[in-house]
């Protein structure tokens, strides 16, 4: 595989879609909302993307080999269909990044779609009971839209940059001729794996800003759940990283790379 | 060379072929497994891989340049015919272990091949003088049918991953139409470089799963001569990655790769 | 995005355009020249240039993402069009100098440019109150003409080498069939972040090379201007990079890249 | 530029062309011989390769932008035409090892090139007033020919290895259709530039090769002058290195290679 590739299960029609994206990253928020809405939607998986970007080794689960992927969901909407787009991972190289970023956006172009939210975390080093949910946008109409819905747009002064794919697939969008939001959800940023209630003023954001409405009471019963799956594949990544270290004589091997 | 090549000496038309997979890793099961078969049925070399992202050096063996490879050998079968594919290295780089096993893959689905089993080591920390054979699959159905040939597939708890190539050739073959099952001998993994015991392990589930006679007697003999070769380019490689690093300044080289 | 791309915003055509280059370096002497050249000239851009080889952040710049680039502006000037090509960053990595260069060179080749001017800065450790402009070409015959301009050439003993941008686009512009000019503004090369006497002695010499008029009276309060952009910029690199060592766990990833 | 580039200046018809890599490395001896070769013979060149694998920055040259490159050069013989190929440097990137000895043999072998000879150095530690030149080749035939000629092929035990350039050209010639000898002339090691007793013998046995006679009179006085300029190249690389280190402040980088 010599380049990241998507492959297409099925080929839905779309009806102005819509995609969501929630990768891991600070505090597992985009990965657990989303992650939560594909669940509590019912959405449907139609294509998985892999990379030669991503950590070369598999994972098993329950007898099976799993290899490490992002996945395309779908839901019928009213309005909007939505593209839901969750993953184990994102690449752990630069270049990789913009691989990712560009081959995921010229599917979403191949598939009709014109807009793409994705969802983060902010790491502010505090615990916030209410959890502000901050947003940046790729075309200054959208600011005053959005802000009606309750996303802080004042964040300049805090927020310099967004580091990997929830910041690039919106930078990149424009290229694709697709607008791009990024939500992101306010947390402390230490090493905790995931955070509940950011997720949740995102997903409150995100109803809002779809007009849609389903339920957020199973939330945190779903996010110990994914909590769980989520400890065990960061574990791994780290044995994993590790056994690569020893058997490829890391050291020897660092200035190869 | 910009991409991993396959240079085709010989076209066999393939009966039904299952590839077995023995590169070197973990205890150099896979290596000494397959190496042995290829020897005892008398196996046809009838490709070759080269990888720009193996070690960028040859070996003189015998007044000869050697140059970093791995090898493709077939044999026909009753039921099945047999693609073996054994050889000097994996890469020393994540994204090239995803180009090898992607141009392996796609190489095999090009000969018909339906199926492939890659060997590999579970280093323990502990030595056992009846090793258990883990496995793991593509398809749940397959689990039930390699179980009763003694494969132990308890393993999540266990094997969190599998790195390299065992695991990524497996992880991916779906995406090329092939099933696959990966076998681990249990091995202690200390830096002992063979473990016969541990392959003979696997070649005789291998019997089983093939439906195959063939001798064990001679398998010590031959670890024994795989060995002294193996060590030899180990210990080859090791010295040139120095050679390397003092050629090209590695310590300024370092922040460049 | 797989590789380098230029986005073409509008076709103009040129006459006999010649290419002055400011790209971020040592005393960010060529951002800030040509940047006021684009300011003073209303310069108006055509293209932008994104790559791979760029850092994978977005940063946030009034509630908008904006996405690491290099921009392409036109001046119709009497006797030559000028290109001005400007940017946020130069690649971190040795491969993509060249990837970029050698696209930056294909698109000149293709909108007919035949000449391309670098500006940077060479850093002697020395305050200069009355920096001098060294030059290197690529074709023999241009020392003498540019001589007479004030350009020191006397320089192969001092300055070795130019690394990045400024060098390869000049070193690479023979086998586009266009003859190249690098200016060097004598700077300190202490960590300070921009030089605008540097950069006001470089632009005398371009507006005697260009045969043009422009006011230099502006630059010392664009400079401060652009200073502060440049360096949240370079602030903002920092963080990402502290951001992407936290979160990618850095340490454990040394060996992979 | 994406890929190493061959440029070819002329296109000389070659009969039976034999080509002879002299390219930087251990006591530099294959850049000297064949470098000299060069001069003696007055080869004239007729193609250059650039890489995005070579140091990205240029050398100033008595006013000129001199970048990194390999030169091809062409001699008309009586039995055999000649490619001498010679350069600034060898890659500093293992995957661009085989990215160039790919170009090279693709190109050696469109001009109808059916043998290639590689010069490099062994080293032992110790002086040696008369070098043993040491082989290696591609096809058995070919040992007892060249042993004949004084080349010594016993050196199994002694050389494991032939990293980078001189190496891989030969070993992966035979993919293209080219046999291959490497020819190792014996020398210290140690950190000096220019070993020209080595590279005397290997001249000498070159000449029983190639059955041709050329003076060896003014090597030393070539040699001498060589080694002004290849210490120049390798203390400006040196430089290079340093300067790209402070400018991207390697230190944070080193993960992202």
Not at 185 to 200: H, M, R, S, V, Y
Request: one cysteine or more; charged letters at 25%; glycine letters at 10%.
């Amino acid at each position: 595989m010599l380049e990241t590739r998507i492959i297409v299960e099925k080929k839905p029609k779309f009806k102005n879609p819509i995609c969501i994206v929630g990768l891991p990253g600070i505090g597992n928020i985009g990965r657990i909302a989303v992650g939560y809405m594909v669940h509590e939607l019912k959405a449907k998986k139609f294509a998985e993307l892999y990379s030669p970007y991503f950590f070369p080794f598999v994972m098993i689960n329950n007898n099976m080999i799993h290899t490490l992927r992002n996945e395309f969901y779908y839901y019928k909407g009213k309005k909007n269909d939505l593209i839901l787009l969750i993953g184990d991972c994102q690449t752990y190289d630069p270049k990789g990044h913009y691989e990712v970023a560009g081959k995921i956006l010229e599917f979403l172009k191949g598939v009709g779609c014109k807009q793409i939210i994705t969802v983060g975390g902010f790491g502010t080093g505090q615990v916030s009971e209410k959890p502000t949910v901050y947003g940046s946008v790729t075309e200054n109409e959208m600011v005053s839209r959005y802000k009606k819905m309750g996303i802080d747009f004042d964040i300049s002064g805090q927020i310099g940059t967004i580091v990997g794919a929830s910041g690039l697939l919106v930078g990149l969008s424009k290229l694709y001729g697709i607008r791009g939001l990024v939500l992101l959800g306010e947390t402390t940023g230490f090493p905790i794996i995931t955070d509940p209630t950011a997720a949740e003023a995102v997903l409150n954001i995100l109803k809002k800003i779809l007009d849609m409405k389903f339920d957020l009471s199973k939330l945190d019963e779903k996010v110990k759940a994914m909590h769980d799956f989520i400890r065990k594949l960061e574990s791994i990544q780290k044995q994993a990283m590790e056994q690569l270290g020893k058997e490829k004589k890391a050291d020897d091997l660092k200035y190869i790379g």
